[in-house]
């Protein structure tokens, strides 16, 4: 019920590549934060999750590979220092589901063969490419931004948006 938070010690970095939770393991918690903004090692989703808070995944070259789902207005969020990469298959999130910031953006984004739908926005910032072949939806606004970089986006499945509309640049 309460927030499983696995972080290297403050101001330093896991000393290797972390996956968390556990390949075959299945988690059900009240959010989980693994990694932190001083974080540069790689992280990896091993397994599926489930919560009734924020999940998020800070630092290092990122992949979520598993099902993630939040209840109520909580969001997935992967703040990646590199790359970022999802396949199958699921992610649902009550709230927001967010890749990278607009200060601190992903190089690259690799969506495929999954489906991601927010109750809330769907963002995804990247300095270079946005690679999409996975269904996306949400509630609030999508937005796909690689402004002020030299990559492009590539949409090869349906976009929906609700009240936010669909912003592409």
């Avoid at 969506?111 to 990247?126: C, F, K, M, N, V």
Wanted: aromatic letters at 6%.
């Amino acid at each position: 019920s309460g927030v499983l938070t696995l972080e290297p010690p403050a101001g330093q970095s896991f000393s290797r590549a972390q996956t968390f939770p556990l390949t075959s393991s299945v988690i059900d918690v009240g959010g989980l934060v693994v990694g932190s903004a001083d974080n540069t090692a790689n992280l990896t989703q091993g397994a599926a999750i489930t919560s009734s808070g924020d999940v998020r995944y800070l630092g290092g070259a990122q992949t979520g590979n598993f099902a993630i789902t939040t209840s109520g207005s909580a969001d997935i969020a992967f703040y990646p220092t590199t790359t970022f990469a999802k396949s199958t298959p699921l992610w649902s999130a009550g709230g927001d589901i967010l890749i990278g910031t607009a200060a601190a953006r992903a190089t690259t984004v690799s969506l495929s063969t999954s489906t991601l739908t927010a109750g809330g926005d769907l963002r995804i910032y990247s300095n270079q490419n946005v690679t999409q072949s996975a269904a996306i939806s949400a509630a609030g606004a999508v937005v796909i931004d690689t402004s002020g970089a030299t990559g492009r986006i590539e949409i090869d499945k349906g976009i929906a948006a609700g009240v936010g509309g669909i912003l592409l640049k």
